[in-house]
């Protein structure tokens, strides 16, 4: 049976609950222990899938197909056990539950009330699994205090009381705030969050506390004492210069040994830290560098490409290389020679997006990429442009492009060489969608296998020749053009084992031009970089001794 670790926030948002949690898992997981990370999430929306990267970041997807918050893949990247869907949980979902169990009579004809049905319903959420692990870290979004969040505390204070005594600790998160006109570092905001967080019946057994740098003496005493815990369970959380510091970080604080002793865990095993100390020492000491322009729409806010710049960061570790990562907007190359802003980067990625608002930008990013001969990787929507490029450019199709972008003008403009998947194979039965049906949750989700062709450049670089893949898209490119691009040199290199869904595309006679429809991000971790991007880093290594 599990223990849970509540882990929740106070103060501000923001200030790396998903980050901790993480590394919390990674420092149990050295002591020998199993663990599952879960989000709960205080938003109405049933998942992020609809939101806006602008509005959310990234939204990450589970092997099972969920669309989740972006710590997941925090959760993955440090702890290496894949999320499922039923790690993931918002508002929007549990209240969704809770009235379909109303309309089908479930609780035959009781008024329906937040409490009890709607802690219930979460409670449930947080039993599922608990006889797999050693331990279930529960992190809890938003900040205490929130409105919408209070259903959430009240759950995971029930909880705590209907299991025994030592089965459950709550971790609390918050900042401490430093006053440059006093010079002091002020606990205030921490005791006040507190404060808030036991007035709803929620004591803290730790408080790990956000800071530029490490926390004096008197002011842990302080903290100790106004907020009733024990000084060394007051944890210092000081800025690092990358985030996979935080669990040597963390452990040289005391976070994991605090833990175990809040759960009376004694004799604590002692960690095996050799995997991150590995991860440090790679990060820290490179031995040289490459630039890498990722060209892409949400560039403005970097969360919208979280898995992507943290599986470059991996990459750059497998060949001990730092990345320098530059944010290009797409839209700019519409109005503007794309040489200008692409010359002298060692390669080029183009992610993946919705909509039509700066394609032409990422198409130019493609020719650039196949005509100066940069290593390019196109991920998703990265894929679509690099084909629709090749089509134009290469195989004679002027006016290529794709349904998506035809659906959003009303009018039909191009040859749609991306078209609507309206129906594809998942697992033993057969999915089927329309245009006009709901946005959300209605993409071909989570993981699909691939063929590889033999000889191939991918099938090198993944040693195999059957992979398994993560995908979240709506439109795919049309197979019936195959013959045409291969002709002209752009060759469909991964298929889907039924040999209807183009997977992976790459240039004949390119150094290193690769296109995938599915997220190979989302599977890259520190201590096991995806083979594509490990090699897309070695090819602009490469490049990078030509300069």
Same mark, same amino acid.
């Given at each position: 049976?599990?223990?849970?670790?509540?882990?929740?926030?106070?103060?501000?948002?923001? +200030?790396?609950?998903?980050?901790?949690?993480?590394?919390?898992?990674?420092?149990?997981?050295?002591?020998?222990?199993?663990?599952?990370?879960? @989000?709960? &999430?205080?938003?109405?929306?049933?998942?992020?899938?609809?939101?806006?990267?602008?509005?959310?970041?990234?939204?990450?997807?589970?092997?099972? /197909?969920?669309?989740?918050?972006?710590?997941?893949?925090?959760?993955?990247?440090?702890?290496?056990?894949?999320?499922?869907?039923?790690?993931?949980?918002?508002?929007?979902?549990?209240?969704?539950?809770?009235?379909?169990?109303?309309?089908?009579?479930?609780?035959?004809? @009781?008024?329906?009330?937040?409490?009890?049905?709607?802690?219930?319903?979460?409670?449930?959420?947080?039993?599922?699994?608990?006889?797999?692990?050693?331990?279930?870290? $529960?992190?809890?979004?938003?900040?205490?205090? &929130?409105?919408?969040?209070?259903?959430?505390?009240?759950? !995971?204070?029930?909880?705590?009381?209907?299991?025994?005594?030592?089965? $459950?600790?709550?971790?609390?998160?918050? +900042?401490?705030?430093?006053?440059?006109?006093?010079?002091?570092?002020?606990?205030?905001?921490?005791?006040?969050?507190?404060?808030?967080?036991?007035?709803?019946?929620?004591?803290?057994?730790?408080?790990?506390?956000?800071?530029?740098?490490?926390?004096?003496?008197?002011?842990?005493?302080?903290? #100790?004492?106004?907020? *009733?815990?024990?000084?060394?369970?007051?944890?210092? #959380?000081?800025?690092? *210069?990358?985030?996979?510091? #935080?669990?040597?970080?963390?452990?040289?604080?005391?976070?994991?040994?605090?833990?175990? &002793?809040?759960?009376?865990?004694?004799?604590?095993?002692?960690?095996? +830290?050799?995997?991150?100390?590995?991860?440090?020492?790679?990060?820290?000491?490179?031995?040289?560098?490459?630039?890498?322009?990722?060209?892409?729409?949400?560039?403005?806010?970097?969360?919208?490409?979280?898995?992507?710049?943290?599986?470059?960061?991996?990459?750059?570790?497998? *060949?001990?290389?730092?990345?320098?990562?530059? %944010?290009?907007?797409?839209?700019?190359?519409?109005?503007?020679?794309?040489? !200008?802003?692409?010359?002298?980067?060692?390669?080029?990625?183009?992610?993946?997006?919705?909509?039509?608002?700066?394609?032409?930008?990422?198409?130019?990013?493609?020719?650039?990429?196949?005509?100066?001969?940069?290593?390019?990787?196109?991920? $998703?929507?990265?894929?679509?442009?690099?084909?629709?490029?090749?089509?134009? *450019?290469?195989? /004679?199709?002027?006016?290529?492009?794709?349904?998506?972008?035809?659906?959003?003008?009303?009018?039909?403009?191009?040859?749609?060489? !991306?078209?609507?998947?309206?129906? %594809?194979?998942?697992?033993?039965?057969?999915?089927?969608?329309?245009?006009? &049906?709901?946005?959300?949750?209605?993409?071909?989700? /989570?993981?699909?296998?691939?063929?590889?062709?033999?000889?191939? $450049?991918?099938?090198?670089?993944?040693?195999?020749?059957?992979?398994?893949?993560?995908?979240?898209?709506?439109?795919?490119?049309?197979? @019936?053009?195959?013959?045409?691009?291969?002709?002209?040199?752009?060759?469909?290199? /991964?298929?889907?084992?039924?040999?209807?869904?183009?997977?992976?595309?790459?240039?004949?006679?390119?150094?290193?031009?690769?296109?995938?429809?599915?997220?190979?991000?989302?599977?890259?971790?520190?201590?096991?970089?995806?083979?594509?991007?490990?090699?897309?880093? @070695?090819?602009?290594?490469?490049?990078?001794?030509?300069?």
């Amino acid at each position: 049976m599990a223990r849970f670790i509540f882990i929740t926030g106070g103060v501000v948002s923001s +200030l790396g609950k998903g980050l901790a949690s993480a590394a919390l898992g990674a420092l149990l997981q050295a002591r020998g222990y199993s663990v599952r990370l879960r @989000k709960l &999430d205080p938003y109405l929306n049933v998942d992020p899938g609809t939101m806006s990267p602008f509005e959310h970041g990234e939204v990450f997807v589970t092997n099972d /197909g969920a669309e989740t918050d972006l710590d997941l893949g925090h959760y993955e990247r440090f702890t290496g056990v894949s999320a499922r869907m039923t790690d993931s949980v918002s508002s929007g979902r549990i209240y969704s539950n809770v009235l379909e169990k109303e309309r089908r009579g479930n609780y035959l004809g @009781k008024t329906i009330q937040v409490i009890p049905h709607v802690t219930d319903e979460i409670k449930d959420f947080i039993k599922i699994g608990e006889d797999e692990v050693d331990f279930m870290l $529960c992190e809890i979004g938003g900040t205490v205090g &929130d409105i919408e969040g209070l259903p959430f505390f009240e759950a !995971i204070r029930q909880f705590s009381q209907d299991k025994k005594r030592g089965e $459950c600790i709550f971790m609390h998160l918050t +900042l401490l705030p430093f006053v440059k006109a006093s010079g002091e570092l002020k606990t205030k905001p921490t005791q006040h969050s507190v404060k808030e967080l036991r007035s709803i019946g929620i004591s803290p057994d730790i408080l790990v506390c956000r800071s530029e740098g490490s926390i004096p003496q008197k002011e842990r005493e302080k903290l #100790a004492l106004f907020c *009733n815990v024990r000084p060394e369970s007051v944890i210092s #959380a000081k800025d690092l *210069n990358s985030i996979y510091e #935080a669990p040597i970080s963390y452990h040289n604080e005391g976070l994991d040994q605090a833990v175990l &002793d809040a759960f009376t865990i004694t004799p604590a095993p002692k960690p095996d +830290l050799s995997k991150w100390e590995d991860v440090k020492d790679r990060l820290n000491n490179p031995e040289g560098h490459v630039n890498v322009a990722i060209v892409g729409k949400y560039t403005q806010l970097e969360d919208a490409y979280k898995s992507i710049a943290e599986a470059l960061t991996h990459g750059g570790m497998a *060949n001990r290389l730092q990345v320098k990562i530059n %944010w290009v907007d797409a839209e700019t190359f519409e109005k503007e020679d794309p040489e !200008i802003y692409l010359s002298g980067f060692h390669a080029i990625l183009v992610p993946g997006g919705f909509g039509e608002r700066g394609t032409e930008g990422k198409i130019m990013a493609a020719k650039f990429a196949r005509e100066h001969k940069i290593p390019y990787l196109g991920i $998703c929507l990265g894929m679509q442009t690099a084909v629709i490029e090749s089509a134009r *450019n290469m195989a /004679g199709i002027s006016n290529a492009g794709s349904e998506e972008f035809d659906h959003e003008a009303g009018k039909r403009r191009f040859e749609p060489i !991306i078209y609507h998947l309206k129906e %594809w194979v998942q697992g033993n039965h057969t999915v089927s969608r329309k245009v006009e &049906d709901d946005k959300g949750g209605t993409m071909r989700l /989570g993981a699909y296998s691939a063929v590889l062709a033999k000889g191939s $450049c991918v099938a090198k670089i993944y040693n195999s020749t059957s992979i398994e893949e993560r995908h979240r898209h709506r439109y795919e490119v049309d197979v @019936k053009y195959r013959k045409e691009l291969e002709k002209s040199g752009l060759i469909f290199s /991964g298929m889907s084992p039924d040999g209807r869904l183009p997977e992976i595309v790459e240039l004949s006679d390119h150094p290193w031009f690769i296109g995938v429809q599915f997220h190979p991000e989302l599977k890259s971790k520190p201590f096991d970089p995806h083979p594509l991007f490990r090699d897309f880093i @070695k090819a602009a290594k490469d490049i990078s001794r030509l300069f």
